[in-house]
Nanobody
Framework: QVQLVESGGDYVQPGGSLRLSCTIS????????MGWNRQAPGKQREAVAV???????NYADFVKGRFTISRDDAKNTVYLHMNNLKPEDTAVYYC???????WGQGTQVTVSS
């Protein structure tokens, strides 16, 4: 069974930055698309960014120019670099392997002054 473990969530002021990490328990990440999603209180989960095995990326419009997704297959890890954070970015952030439906447990990001 594949396990995904997110880390890096924190409390940050508007305009600040964070880097989220998601480590996968097995050496399978190199052949899979990997993604980040988020769910704010009272809202549905939404896709934030994805990165394919070839390194192609796609972003939700509300994070374009501020967030960057990257992967290190040698470490079985996908990252989400978040800059210029806004209060509306407050959410639990989850990573996933969409091709096999595997999800992590989430990490909380709170943006507030």
């Amino acid at each position: 069974q594949v396990q995904l473990v997110e880390s890096g969530g924190d409390y940050v002021q508007p305009g600040g930055s964070l880097r989220l990490s998601c480590t996968i328990s097995k050496t399978i990440s190199s052949i899979f698309t990997m993604g980040w999603n988020r769910q704010a209180p009272g809202k549905q989960r939404e896709a934030v960014a994805v990165i394919t095995s070839g390194g192609s990326t796609n972003y939700a419009d509300f994070v374009k120019g501020r967030f960057t997704i990257s992967r290190d297959d040698a470490k079985n890890t996908v990252y989400l670099h978040m800059n210029n954070l806004k209060p509306e970015d407050t959410a639990v952030y989850y990573c996933d392997l969409p091709q096999i439906g595997a999800w992590g447990q989430g990490t909380q990001v709170t943006v507030s002054s």
